[in-house]
């Protein structure tokens, strides 16, 4: 089993920094990709990025490249999502999840392939 708790979510200002931890308990972690998704009311759960554990290759949805960025620290089991100027839009609910079965990378955007999910924390931007 693992086991995924977010944190830090919260109320911002638009344009302002938030960082999310992920933090993973039970099964070994550090072999796992690890993907952020995020729901916003009345809306579909979408894909906000990945990263795999070898070499820290990760992938991002077009909106929010180059301004989140995902990292993980392995001792910790912790994975990481910073998300730089944020914009109302950007506001939803926000979860990790785990793929332990190392999909293709053109599944890490599809909640299908993620076998463990976290129960999420709100992310508000206000304008």
């Known amino acids: 089993q693992v086991q995924l708790v977010e944190s830090g979510g919260g109320l911002v200002q638009a344009g302002g920094p938030l960082r999310l931890s992920c933090a993973a308990s039970?099964?070994?972690?550090?072999?796992?990709?690890m993907g952020w998704f995020r729901q916003a009311p009345g809306k579909a759960r979408e894909f906000v990025g990945a990263?795999?554990?070898?070499?820290?290759?990760?992938y991002y949805a077009d909106s929010v490249k180059g301004r989140f960025t995902i990292s993980r620290d392995n001792a910790k089991d912790t994975v990481y999502l910073q998300m730089n100027s944020l914009k109302p839009e950007d506001t939803a609910v926000y979860y990790c999840?785990?793929?332990?079965?190392?999909?293709?990378?053109?599944?890490?955007?599809?909640?299908?392939?993620?076998?463990?999910w976290g129960q999420g924390t709100q992310v508000t931007v206000s304008s």
């Open positions: 999840a785990a793929d332990v079965n190392y999909s293709g990378s053109y599944y890490l955007t599809r909640n299908s392939a993620y076998d463990y």
């Open positions: 039970g099964r070994t972690f550090s072999r796992y990709a």
């Open positions: 990263i795999r554990w070898s070499r820290g290759i990760s």
